[in-house]
């Protein structure tokens, strides 16, 4: 039961997996961007947060 293909099947499965792969690699890029942005957003947010903290519990000097 094994199928014959014409070199114009074989042709066709190759440009529609080509599409495919630069579907998948489109989709990557654009996951990369949002992951960078993320990241950026954190370090934001986590800068601001230590800020606040500062700000709100000031530290004071010992007298020694």
């Known amino acids: 039961m094994s199928r ?3 070199k114009a099947d074989l042709e066709q499965i190759v440009s529609v997996q080509l599409e495919n792969l630069n579907a998948m690699h489109d989709l ?3 996951m990369k ?3 960078e942005l993320l ?3 954190n370090k ?3 800068d601001e947060i ?3 903290k500062q700000k709100l519990y000031p530290t004071r000097k010992r007298n020694s």
């Open 4 to 6: 014959r293909y014409t």
């Open 28 to 30: 990557l890029s654009i």
């Open 33 to 35: 961007h949002q992951n």
């Open 39 to 41: 990241n950026s957003a």
């Open 44 to 46: 934001k947010l986590k």
């Open 50 to 52: 230590t800020d606040f």
